[in-house]
C-alpha cells in the first residue's frame, strides 16, 4: 500500500514536471516576443519622434542610451504630422544641416515676399469740361510685394503700372523692433497728412478722389516722396490713443512740393486721437501740417494744414452684413507766389453705408478752392453704389456733379471693376 | 549761514519728495509680475487663462460673437499690443486681414512675428482640411494652411494648453511648476469633461448635419458627424439661390434635419431652407464668449452639445 502511494506520488510529479516544462517554454517565448514587442515599441516611437520633429523642422526628441524612446510624461502632447510649421524657419536653426542654394525647394519659395496684383478698370460716359477722363480706362494696376526683411524690420513695395508708364507707388523699409515704441520707415512712402492721402486707390470708397485734393495735396499722388518717417504712441488718458507722426521728404510731390536745391526739403506732421465710443463706433480724429518749397522756387513755401474726422459704426455682432462710415476733412493752404500769399480752403465730407453683405451706398461732398487762386472755387457731389461678389472683387457706379468756378459744369456717371489676385496684405485702419 | 541751510532744507526737500514719489509709484515686485497676454481670440485667452491663472492678465482682440475673419484693426488694440508680453494667434492665415498692421504698428518688439513673444497656436493641433493640388480662389475664401477652426476639439485644445503652458515656463522660468501645475489640472478636468461630452454625443453619432461655414471640421470629427453640405456654395460666399435649391433637394433626399449657423450669420437663409425641409437651424458658437454664460472653454463644449443633443433628439 504504501509502496503504491509512493508510486502514486512519483506520477503525480513526474506528470507535474512533463507539464510544467512545456509551460516554462511557453513563457520564456512569451516573455522574449513581449521584450520584442517592447524594442518594436521604442522603435516605432523613435520613427515617429524623428518625423514629427520633421514636420515641425526642430531637432529629433531626444532619444535614451540603448535606443530606448524617453517616455513621455502621461500628458505630453502626441505627435502632430498634419501640424502645419508656419512660421519660417530663420538662418542658423537649420544648424547641422547641409545649406541647399539655387532656392529649388519649397521651403525656399515660402521665403518669398507676399505677392499680390489689383486691377483698378474705370468707364466714364457724360462730360467733365475741366477734368476730362478716358471712356475707358485701365487705371491702374497696383502690384505690391512684401515680406519681413528679418527680425528687426519689414518691407512693402507698391508698384503702379499705368497704361503709360510704371511709378513706385510705395516702397519702404519699417522697423518694428526700436526701443522707446518708436516706429521708423525710409523709403517712398505717402505721406500722413490727412486721411486720403494716405489711402491707395483701391481702398478709397469712390471711383475718384474728392475735389480738395486735387485742388490743394497733389490729386491721385498726393504728398508722397522719398523720406523718413517717425511713429510713436504718445501718453494719454485711459482708453484714448494718441499717436505722433513726423515725416521729412526729399521735397518732391506732384505739383504741392518742388525742391530746388537739396536743402529744400519738405516736412509732414500729424497727430491722431482715436477712441472707442462704444464696442461698436468709434471716433478717429486728426491733425496734419505739411510744409515745403513749390515749383517757384527756393523762396517760395506752400504750408498745410489739416483736420480730419471719421465716425465707424459696425455692429460686431453682424459685422459682415451692416457698418457706416463717415469721414470729412478740411484743408487750408497758404501758398507763397510772386507778389501775394494765396489762402485757400476745401473740403470733403462723405458717409458709405453698407446695406448687406454685399452692397454699400454712399455720397460725398465737395468744395475746394485752387491753390494758385483761392477766388476760384469749385463744388461738387457725388452719389455711390457699390456692390461686391465676393472680397476679392468690386464693381462700383458713381455719379459725379462737379461746378466749376469758371461757370461750367460737369456731369459724369463713373464705372469701376476692382479685382485682386495673390495676397495682399491687410491695410492700416 | 542762512544760505547754507537754506540749501540744505533744499536737498532735503528734494530726497524726500523723490523717496515719497517713488514709494507712491512703485508698485510690490510680485503685483507688476504678472504677464500681459493678448490673444486674437476668446478661445486662445481662455486657453491661457486655464495655464496662466491669476499670474497672467489676458485680453482678446477678437470678441466670441464676432466672425474672427473680419474684425476691424482698430487702433484701441495698440494701446493692449504695445504693452503685450506675449501675443498667441491662432494661424494659418485667420488673421490675415486684420492683425499684421496691428503688430507692426504696436512698436512692440516682443511681439513682433517670430519673436520669443510671439506664439502661433496652430503649431500645437492637428490641423485638417489642407488643401492638396492646386489652390486657387476659385474654391472661395480657402486657407492654404488648412481649416483654423482647430481648436473645436478638446483633445487639440490639450495640445494648445501645453503648448501654450511651455511659452510661458519660457518667458517666467520662475513659475514653471505654477504653470505645469494649472496644465496637469486643466487636463484632468478636460478628460473627465470629455468623457461626458462623448457620452452625450454617442448616441447620435453617423448623423448627417449642413453647417453655413467650415466652421467645424474637427468638431465633427471628434463626435463622429457627418458634414455633408454647407449654406454657402464656397466659403467665404454668401448662399446663392441655385446652391440653395440645391441643398434643399439634397437635405431632403439624405433626410438631413439640423443645420448648424454661428452667431454672427444672418439667419435668413438658414430659416428658409429649415422651414422647407423640417430641418432645425442650430446657432452653435464656435468661440467662448459667443453668449454671457459661455465664460470659459468648458463652457463652449457644455454649450454647443447641449444645444447638439437637444435638437437631435427633437428631430428623432
Redesign the interface.
Known amino acids: 500500500m504504501r509502496l503504491l502511494k509512493v508510486f502514486a506520488c512519483l506520477t503525480l510529479l513526474a506528470s507535474t514536471m512533463l507539464w510544467a516544462q512545456p509551460k516554462d517554454d511557453i513563457q520564456e517565448r512569451l516573455k522574449a516576443n513581449e521584450e520584442r514587442i517592447k524594442a518594436l515599441e521604442s522603435e516605432i516611437k523613435e520613427l515617429k519622434a524623428t518625423l514629427a520633429a520633421v514636420a515641425r523642422n526642430v531637432p529629433a526628441a531626444p532619444v535614451l542610451q540603448g535606443g530606448e524612446a524617453q517616455e513621455p510624461p502621461p500628458t505630453q502632447l502626441p505627435p502632430t504630422p498634419q501640424a502645419v510649421p508656419t512660421t519660417p524657419t530663420l538662418p542658423g536653426e537649420s544648424a547641422g544641416q547641409i545649406p541647399v542654394y539655387g532656392g529649388s525647394s519649397a521651403a525656399a519659395k515660402a521665403l518669398n515676399p507676399d505677392i499680390s496684383v489689383i486691377g483698378d478698370f474705370l468707364g466714364s460716359i457724360g462730360r467733365n469740361p475741366l477734368n476730362p477722363v478716358p471712356t475707358l480706362e485701365m487705371h491702374e494696376s497696383e502690384v505690391g510685394f512684401q515680406a519681413i526683411v528679418d527680425p528687426y524690420a519689414r518691407a512693402d513695395f507698391f508698384f503702379s503700372f499705368g497704361e503709360e508708364g510704371v511709378n513706385l507707388e510705395e516702397g519702404f523699409l519699417t522697423f518694428t523692433s526700436l526701443p522707446a515704441g518708436l516706429i521708423v520707415r525710409a523709403g517712398k512712402m505717402r505721406a500722413a497728412f490727412g486721411k486720403v492721402n494716405t489711402l491707395h486707390n483701391h481702398v478709397l470708397p469712390w471711383t475718384d478722389r474728392p475735389l480738395v485734393t486735387g485742388s490743394l495735396v497733389g490729386g491721385e499722388d498726393g504728398i508722397n516722396d522719398a523720406g523718413l518717417s517717425v511713429t510713436r504712441i504718445l501718453p494719454a488718458p485711459r482708453d484714448i490713443l494718441l499717436e505722433g507722426t513726423m515725416q521729412v521728404f526729399r521735397g518732391d510731390s506732384a505739383d504741392v512740393f518742388k525742391s530746388s536745391r537739396n536743402r529744400d526739403v519738405s516736412l509732414v506732421g500729424h497727430l491722431r486721437g482715436y477712441r472707442d465710443l462704444t464696442e461698436s463706433t468709434n471716433l478717429d480724429l486728426g491733425l496734419s501740417y505739411a510744409r515745403g518749397h513749390n515749383e517757384l522756387g527756393s523762396g517760395f513755401l506752400t504750408q498745410l494744414y489739416g483736420m480730419d474726422a471719421t465716425v465707424h459704426w459696425k455692429p460686431l455682432r453682424r459685422a459682415i452684413y451692416h457698418s457706416f462710415v463717415g469721414r470729412t476733412e478740411l484743408i487750408w493752404s497758404q501758398r507763397q507766389q510772386t507778389g501775394n500769399v494765396q489762402r485757400a480752403f476745401g473740403l470733403y465730407t462723405s458717409g458709405d453705408y453698407q446695406l448687406a453683405r454685399r452692397w454699400f451706398i454712399g455720397g460725398r461732398y465737395d468744395r475746394s478752392g485752387r491753390s494758385n487762386n483761392a477766388n476760384l472755387i469749385d463744388s461738387g457731389f457725388s452719389t455711390i453704389l457699390t456692390y461686391w461678389p465676393s472680397e476679392f472683387s468690386q464693381i462700383r457706379g458713381q455719379y459725379r456733379f462737379a461746378h466749376y468756378a469758371e461757370g461750367r459744369d460737369g456731369n459724369e456717371l463713373r464705372f469701376q471693376l476692382q479685382f485682386s489676385i495673390g495676397a495682399h496684405g491687410a491695410h492700416p485702419f | 549761514m542762512i544760505q547754507q541751510i537754506s540749501r540744505f532744507h533744499l536737498v532735503f526737500l528734494i530726497l524726500v519728495v523723490a523717496v515719497t514719489l517713488s514709494l507712491l509709484f512703485s508698485t510690490p515686485a510680485q503685483a507688476a509680475a504678472k504677464l500681459k497676454i493678448v490673444t486674437a481670440t476668446t478661445d486662445m485667452a481662455a486657453l491661457a487663462e486655464e495655464v496662466g491663472g491669476d499670474h497672467i492678465e489676458v485680453e482678446s482682440i477678437a470678441?466670441g460673437?464676432?466672425?474672427p475673419h473680419?474684425?476691424?484693426?482698430?487702433?484701441?488694440f495698440?494701446?493692449k499690443l504695445?504693452k503685450a508680453d506675449l501675443l498667441i494667434v491662432v494661424?494659418?492665415q485667420l488673421e490675415?486681414?486684420?492683425?499684421?498692421?496691428l503688430?507692426?504698428?504696436s512698436?512692440?518688439?516682443r511681439i513682433?512675428?517670430?519673436?520669443p513673444g510671439y506664439l502661433?497656436a496652430?503649431?500645437?493641433?492637428?490641423?485638417?482640411e489642407?488643401p492638396t493640388g492646386t489652390v486657387t480662389?476659385a474654391m472661395?475664401?480657402v486657407h492654404p494652411?488648412?481649416n483654423p477652426h482647430y481648436w473645436l476639439e478638446p483633445e487639440n485644445g490639450?495640445?494648445i494648453a501645453?503648448?501654450i503652458q511651455q511659452k510661458l515656463a519660457e518667458i517666467r522660468p520662475e513659475d514653471k511648476v505654477f504653470f505645469e501645475q494649472r496644465?496637469?489640472s486643466f487636463?484632468r478636468r478636460l478628460t473627465v469633461a470629455e468623457k461626458n461630452w462623448d457620452d452625450q454625443m454617442k448616441p447620435f453619432r453617423g448623423r448627417n448635419v449642413i453647417t453655413y461655414h467650415r466652421s467645424w471640421p474637427n468638431f465633427t470629427k471628434r463626435f463622429g458627424l457627418n458634414v455633408v453640405n454647407y449654406v454657402e456654395p464656397r466659403p467665404?460666399?454668401?448662399p446663392s439661390p441655385g446652391h440653395t435649391l440645391d441643398l434643399i433637394g439634397m437635405m431632403r433626399r439624405e433626410n438631413v434635419k439640423v443645420i448648424l449657423v454661428e452667431?454672427?450669420?444672418?439667419l435668413k437663409t438658414p430659416k428658409s431652407i429649415a422651414s422647407q425641409t423640417g430641418a432645425q437651424v442650430v446657432v452653435l458658437l464656435p468661440s467662448v464668449g459667443g453668449e454671457k454664460e459661455v465664460t470659459d472653454y468648458f463652457k463652449l463644449f457644455d454649450y454647443d452639445v447641449a444645444l447638439l443633443t437637444k435638437a437631435f433628439k427633437a428631430a428623432q
Open positions: 470678441r460673437y464676432q466672425d473680419y474684425v476691424e484693426a482698430k487702433p484701441s495698440l494701446l504695445r494661424g494659418l490675415i486681414g486684420w492683425l499684421p498692421p503688430i507692426t504698428q512698436g512692440n518688439p513682433q512675428v517670430g519673436a502661433d496652430s503649431q500645437f493641433a492637428e490641423i485638417l489642407i480662389r472661395g475664401d494652411l488648412g490639450r495640445r501645453r503648448g496644465f496637469q487636463s467665404g460666399i454668401p452667431p454672427y450669420f444672418d
